[in-house]
């Protein structure tokens, strides 16, 4: 039974520390989801956690400066300066921003919002709703037929 | 012909539901006719899931647009490759690719086990076409591939097609999702054999044995998989990134470290009786697991930049997967009185519990991988808020075990089993501790400091490196003396003679040799610059000159590509062209990075863009130590596993603790 009792108080130790390590983790690396109209309401709030936002990008909003890139995200898509709804964005990330971002394309921005209302990304991720996949509800001129053999 | 296609489907799922209820009925009423009509629905799933393949992939290479599949996927300027390829680029063809390497799987295992196991080959015929016909269910009736678009209904359309995407037409994707699905698809087989075997309560492992080979070429396709998506992700997204801890990888992960878990693991039912019920479970989560990463990359559950869109589907994976593992954990519970371990645990410094570590830190980061993938979803059904959690959680778990399941990697396969004496271990690890510690010390004073876990990392890569050496050393050695052979003979005898040990340790070898590369991260260096035409920047010790800028177009693309000429303190090494493509079909813009590889480090250069003006190039060059090492990794793994493969040269049997009147009872072979 002895080697038991070592073996279990091994096994305790192994998993007290992976679950230490995993509460660390999750504090240093939690992100909100929160959409921009979220965003816009959370007030102060807003500029101590780490969120991600979901938007897409207006026409012709992105602009390059250097190492630094910034554009305007939408809650709707095709949406230009009028809507209210808008959040600007500045990527200053070390990763080169992926190839499916561009004009209308869907991004997914982590960051935190700062004092001046501009959020701050540090990652950014995209899908081009023309080319992956359209989400089912989209295919509307393309829509399949499925075989009604009857 | 798309009615052909369709009509296949459909009835490959009836053959497949026929199969299921023939086998059962015939082995309990003991109906030997009907077991034999099973076997042959097997057959014909297989044949009319290969009609409906050879179908779509017909009119994919045909360019028959009306289809829904074909227009979305293919265009006609692609080359033929991605035009094939396009089979498994969007969800209804990757589904029909499951599909059909399950029924291909299928049909191998009935055929070749047909006459063996009567009793339990039936219940294996069952649950294998179970899981096809779940499968078929999504294509026959949600998902089809053989949809017609509604403008091509009744006329053909002069079309061109939307194009598979650009990013995807690239040599490893041709193979890695093939490869990912072989692996995937074929754990179905040990997890049909393991619940055949529990079905019949067969005592023994004559489970075990049989898929053993199933298991290893399964593994080998997995980290085929794996490993193909990782060279792709470094050579083709431009950030030089091979992980990213992204939810479809991880997917492709999860499963990837049960099965590991659960070859080391048999290990120990097979020499000792011992931890039956845990490789049931292993097997079992290992299946469950890969229809879960199927799950997770085609139904969009939770946001990945792999983007396969929401879908229909995820409701239907949820319910096989919740029926799937209840019905599997009452079944082992219920059969729990026939698999007691049959040897007990003597020591905690023995090879039994460094298997149960091994297993136990496998387990736990699989754990931990996939509670951080699914944290969204579970934080949003606990709190109401959808919280993510991203690289450094994962970093912060999986680096530390990683480094420990390395550290086992070099004691496991050198304790005793039993118990190991003290005096055992300092003959087995005193020069390899030594070596490590030397090469710490050694790079600590280099100035590798810095990074504590790299220089762990490598001390321990040095510590099992050596282990495995000697291992070979002392085996052809002894062998050499006796043979009066010379060395590299002897060690190749050595390994013919016992390949499941040996091709083990150079499975190991691959894996210290990936862990190498992996390792070398912590020193990568980079920079993004807007450079004009004859300007110079430097990153890490490379002088980049950049020389000029040209573009073209073909009918696909139009390119614009940089001459960066790179040199390291004066000494030119030649001209790089990194490329910016633009796709026309899609509009897809794509960066085709240049990457000088060399075993020390990679120089790679991405060509993000023109600046805002237009005349400089934004640029990011990067150093990446020891990446080479990844790939070289991979294929000595590759070369272990199919060593493990090949039979020995002389049988080996092993004696085994017994527990009388339990072990007796072996399955029945039928010859």
């Not at chain 2, 790299?454 to 006796?482: D, P, Y």
């Not at chain 2, 237009?614 to 150093?623: E, L, S, W």
């Amino acid at each position: 039974m002895n080697t038991y009792w070592k073996f279990g108080a091994i096994v305790a130790v192994i998993i007290g520390v992976l679950a230490w390590l995993a509460m660390g983790g999750v504090t240093e690396s939690k992100t909100y989801y929160k959409e921009i109209k979220e965003v816009k309401q959370m007030g102060d709030h807003a500029q101590s956690e780490k969120l991600r936002v979901n938007g897409y990008v207006e026409q012709g909003s992105i602009v390059r400066d250097g190492a630094q890139v910034s554009f305007v995200l939408h809650q709707t898509p095709g949406m230009l300066q009028k809507d209210p709804v808008r959040l600007a964005v500045v990527y200053s990330g070390i990763d080169p921003l992926p190839d499916t971002f561009k004009d209308n394309a869907q991004a997914l921005a982590d960051g935190r919002l700062g004092q001046d209302g501009v959020f701050h990304a540090s990652k950014v991720q995209a899908k081009c709703a023309s080319k992956y996949e359209a989400k089912p509800q989209m295919k509307t001129e393309a829509k399949p037929l499925t075989q009604a053999r009857s | 012909m798309e009615n052909i296609g369709a009509l296949s489907i459909l009835l490959a799922f009836c053959f497949a539901i026929y199969a299921v209820v023939a086998s059962v009925t015939g082995r309990l009423k003991k109906n030997s006719f009907l077991i034999v009509s099973g076997q042959r629905a097997v057959y014909s799933v297989w044949l009319l899931l290969t009609v409906a393949a050879g179908l779509l992939i017909y009119s994919l290479l045909k360019g028959d647009f009306r289809l829904a599949y074909v227009a979305a996927h293919t265009d006609s300027s692609m080359k033929t490759i991605y035009k094939f390829t396009a089979w498994w680029g969007g969800q209804e063809g990757s589904l029909l690719l499951w599909s059909w390497l399950l029924a291909t799987y299928s049909a191998i295992v009935v055929f070749m086990n047909r006459r063996k196991f009567r009793d339990m080959m039936p219940w294996v015929t069952s649950v294998l076409m179970t899981t096809e016909a779940f499968f078929l269910t999504l294509i026959a009736f949600v998902l089809s591939p053989f949809g017609v678009l509604q403008a091509g209904r009744g006329n053909i359309v002069e079309g061109v097609g939307q194009g598979l995407n650009p990013l995807l037409q690239y040599w490893t994707m041709v193979i890695h999702p093939p490869m990912l699905y072989l692996g995937y698809v074929g754990f179905t087989v040990p997890f049909a054999f393991a619940m055949g075997s529990l079905i019949t309560r067969q005592p023994g492992d004559a489970w075990i044995h049989t898929t053993r080979r199933w298991t290893i070429v399964t593994w080998l396709f997995q980290s085929a998989g794996i490993l193909l998506g990782q060279g792709w992700a470094y050579a083709v997204l431009g950030w030089g990134g091979y992980w990213a801890w992204d939810p479809v990888e991880n997917a492709s992960l999860l499963p990837w470290i049960t099965a590991t878990a659960f070859l080391h693991s048999v290990m120990m039912q097979e020499k000792k009786g011992m931890m039956k019920v845990w490789n049931m479970v292993l097997i079992s989560g290992t299946f469950f697991l890969c229809i879960f990463g199927t799950f997770l990359t085609r139904s969009g559950v939770v946001s990945s930049v792999h983007a396969f869109a929401q879908s229909p589907i995820g409701k239907y994976f949820v319910i096989f997967l919740a029926v799937g593992i209840a019905a599997t954990v009452i079944l082992i519970l219920e059969r729990l009185k026939y698999l007691k371990s049959e040897a007990r645990l003597e020591s905690v410094i023995s090879r039994e519990s460094s298997f149960m570590f091994n297993n136990l830190i496998l387990v736990a980061s699989c754990f931990a991988v996939l509670w951080g993938t699914m944290f969204p979803v579970i934080s949003e059904a606990v709190t109401g808020e959808k919280i993510s959690v991203d690289a450094p959680f994962f970093n912060r778990i999986n680096i530390p075990i990683g480094l420990a399941l390395i550290f086992l990697t070099g004691i496991g396969p050198l304790i005793a089993w039993r118990r190991s004496s003290l005096e055992s271990l300092k003959r087995a690890f005193l020069i390899p501790t030594i070596a490590g510690v030397a090469l710490m010390a050694l790079l600590a004073i280099l100035g590798a400091y810095e990074h504590p876990f790299a220089l762990v990392s490598f001390g321990l890569c040095m510590f099992v490196t050596a282990t495995i050496v000697s291992e070979f050393w002392k085996g052809a050695s002894a062998i050499r003396v006796k043979n009066g052979i010379g060395f590299i003979p002897a060690a190749i005898e050595l390994t013919h003679r016992n390949t499941r040990r040996y091709g083990g340790y150079l499975v190991h070898m691959g894996i210290v040799f990936m862990f190498i590369g992996y390792t070398g991260a912590a020193f990568n260096q980079d920079i993004t610059k807007e450079v004009a035409p004859g300007g110079n920047t430097d990153v890490g010790h490379y002088n980049l000159h950049i020389a000029n800028i040209e573009q073209g177009e073909n009918d696909t693309y139009a390119w614009q590509r940089l001459a960066v000429d790179v040199s390291r303190n004066g000494s030119a090494l030649g001209t790089l062209y990194p490329e910016r493509r633009l796709y026309k079909a899609s509009q897809q813009p794509t960066s085709e990075v240049s990457i000088r590889r060399r075993l020390n480090e990679d120089f790679y250069i991405n060509f993000a863009g023109l600046s805002a003006d237009n005349k400089r190039a934004v640029i990011q060059a990067y150093v990446f130590p020891l990446v080479s090492w990844i790939w070289i990794g991979f294929w000595v793994l590759a070369f272990g596993t199919i060593v493990c493969l090949i039979p020995n040269k002389v049988r080996l049997s092993y004696a085994r603790t017994q527990v009388v009147g339990v072990a007796e009872k072996h399955a029945t072979v039928e010859n």
